[in-house]
């Protein structure tokens, strides 16, 4: 009985001090993650950025900055939140949403007139902005507009095919000393090399000065590139003589030419079928065959011939 009765006490053991220190120590940790979660802190985040359309006829004096230290205020749970999205999506910054002031030569950085919550991922009260004011001087020297050229090599998958290049800005105002401006007549960019392409493209380049006594209003231009699949089409034309004489009658078989070509998907029309014109020259004539070749004179620019049927047409002159 004494055994049985030892076995199952209904009462349970007390925890010995250490294993109570712990617990006790668990639950104060716990208290002070959610009391620290829920305080508002203020921290600073270092944010890359990049600037957009510069002001006209201003220079920074001295280098533009990078990256920008925001001091943002917030609760720590948000605060780590945000740390945890390091690194930082580059933010852009464009000259013509801040506030100029001292006659528009200084521009200040406000947290009311940019949003950092694409770059931070969330919605905080920004105390302070460093830098808060870039400085700028009045440009001097001769100034003109180029023309921007991109060098490009592309290469699109078999079957696919590219539109004519879209670059904006296309021309640039530029800066500096007479003998250096007046001897440049276009601003290159950085060369795009792309091959395989089977979908549209659109690509930020910088350019290439000439000279660091080269100032230009923006240092990048835009390209944008669309691509579409290549169909295969074919169309039966007549031919026709550019040298008719009243006096003559010319006869030719075939009188029509097959062609077969291609074009990008969605870039051709039935009104362009009127573009195609297939000639011959009735007055130069193989003295050995009474044959004339064919000539393509006219082909719509967006589309490629592959290849046309016949090349050479029989003649027959009969005079009236």
Known sequence: MNTFSTKYSPFKKKPGKTK?????????SFL??????????????????LFRNMPQNKKPMGELPDHVFVDAKASGLKLLLILLNEPYRQMEIDFNNLVSVNRNRNYVLSASHLDFSSSLKFNTQIKRINPDTLYFSERTGFQKIVPIKVPMELKCVEGFACKKPTVLPSFITIWGDTDVIESIDTIYTQP??????SQNVNASLEFIKPSQKVYTTVNETNVTIEVARLLEQSLTIPITDIHHQPHQQVNFY????KLRFTSLQN????????????????????????????????VPGNVT???????EVDILILKK
């Open 20 to 28: 109570a220190f712990f617990i006790c120590l668990v639950i104060a």
């Open 32 to 49: 002070w993650l959610a009391h620290s979660l829920n305080t508002v802190y203020t921290y600073s985040f270092r944010v890359p950025v």
């Open 192 to 197: 795009l090399t792309l091959s395989n392409i």
């Open 254 to 257: 075939p009188s029509s030419v």
């Open 267 to 298: 870039n051709f029309n039935t009104e362009d079928t009127a573009l195609f014109k297939a000639t011959i020259n009735s007055s130069h004539i193989n003295a050995g065959t009474h044959k004339s070749p064919v000539m393509l004179s006219t």
């Open 305 to 311: 011939i592959m290849d046309y049927e016949p090349k």
